[in-house]
């Protein structure tokens, strides 16, 4: 069974940042894209950033500027530092392996990251 294993989010005021981490197994990791997505209440998730094996990263409109995804190749785990968090950056956060923009497994529980004053 694919683990995917997130932490790191909590409730931050807004302007303030927060680091989310994703672990999985070292074969998800060597061998496909990663990503982190968000789903808020009533919505479907979004895939906000990602990144290949070779650390090309790509990121939806919304967070650009704010947000860098980075991974860790020896510790298997991906990385999301969120800056100048919005109200509308509200959501549960996931990290799953991705593929042309779909995400290929199981989710995790995922990280519940709440910005308000």
């Known amino acids: 069974q694919v683990q995917l294993v997130e932490s790191g989010g909590g409730l931050v005021q807004p302007g303030g940042s927060l680091k989310l981490s994703c672990a999985t197994s070292?074969?998800?990791?060597?061998?496909?894209?990663m990503g982190w997505y968000r789903q808020a209440p009533e919505k479907l998730p979004e895939l906000v950033a990602s990144i290949t094996r070779i650390n090309t990263t790509a990121y939806v409109d919304s967070v650009k500027g704010r947000f860098t995804i980075s991974r860790d190749n020896a510790k298997n785990t991906v990385y999301l530092q969120m800056n100048s968090l919005k109200p509308e950056d509200t959501a549960v956060y996931y990290c799953?392996?991705?593929?042309?923009?779909?995400?290929?497994?199981?989710w995790g529980q995922g990280t519940q990251v709440t910005v308000s004053a």
């Open positions: 799953n392996a991705v593929r042309f923009g779909v995400s290929l497994y199981a």
């Open positions: 070292r074969s998800i990791f060597s061998t496909y894209d």
